[in-house]
């Protein structure tokens, strides 16, 4: 199958620093990327969608100036988590889908192995 | 609005045996898919299976099969002889049209499945 991959695994950082996580499509063109935030023994909520070239669309209650995303080319995005806190400390999980989304429902959405962010 | 409810927050099977996890949707879309991941501990998030909403037949991969259910909006996952690296968490997805949210991918609560030896 297609291998999404995330970049860092893991991250320890100061309360007040900002972190980047990289999220590559490794074998296939990604025409949109999505991360997820998932909370200890929770499912996985949806932040944002972006496709390549424009905005990101952030889902309700997601804050964009914390939470920058940017995806620069067709097999690259990024989420900065700026001047992050405790409570950001989470589970953030990249994923990547080939193809357009109309009528494209077949169109498999590959994970990265997710970034576990730990806030001091 | 899309809603995927797994009801099921723990399952315990014996090796070799099948095992059904449950999951029921709600949409409005006429045209929409369903998935299955798999998320061992090490929190990667794999696909198993995919069923599309005017597929016949219920879908097929390997262990994996989609006990698709329309009418009832339900879409189990059965996985036949069960082996100990099965012990996991398995989420059900739906993605739905343009309607009902943008073609974006919502996820169940999850279902733990621990697989006994």
């Known amino acids: 199958g297609a291998v999404v991959s995330q970049h860092p695994s893991r991250v320890i950082c100061k309360s007040g620093t900002s972190v980047k996580i990289e999220c590559r499509s490794l074998?296939?063109?990604?025409?949109?990327m999505f991360w997820y935030r998932q909370f200890p023994k929770k499912s996985l909520m949806l932040m944002a969608t972006?496709?390549?070239?424009?905005?990101?669309?952030?889902e309700q209650g997601v804050e964009k100036d914390k939470f920058l995303i940017n995806h620069a080319s067709l097999t690259l995005s990024t989420l900065t988590v700026t001047s992050a806190h405790p409570e950001d400390s989470s589970f953030y999980i990249c994923?990547?889908?080939?193809?357009?989304?109309?009528?494209?429902?077949?169109?498999?959405?590959?994970f990265g192995a997710g970034t576990r962010l730990s806030v001091l | 609005a899309q809603k995927i409810t797994q009801t099921q927050p723990g399952m315990f099977v014996q090796e070799k045996e099948a095992v059904t996890l449950d999951c029921t949707y709600d949409?409005?879309?006429?045209?929409?898919?369903l998935f299955w991941y798999k998320q061992p501990s090490s929190g990667e998030m794999i696909f198993l299976i995919y069923?599309?909403?005017?597929?016949?037949q219920n879908a097929t991969e390997g262990r994996y099969s989609l006990n698709f259910q329309k009418a009832r909006k339900s879409a189990n996952l059965v996985i036949s002889a069960s082996q100990l690296g099965d012990s996991a968490m398995y989420f059900c997805?739906?993605?739905?049209?343009?309607?009902?949210?943008?073609?974006?991918?919502?996820f169940g609560a999850g279902t733990r499945l621990f697989v006994k030896a």
């Open positions: 074998d296939f063109q990604a025409t949109t």
């Open positions: 069923q599309g909403s005017y597929d016949q």
């Open positions: 972006s496709n390549e070239g424009s905005k990101a669309t952030y």
């Open positions: 949409t409005s879309d006429p045209s929409y898919g």
């Open positions: 994923s990547a889908r080939a193809g357009g989304g109309a009528g494209g429902f077949k169109n498999i959405q590959y």
């Open positions: 997805a739906m993605r739905g049209g343009e309607d009902t949210g943008g073609f974006k991918t919502i």
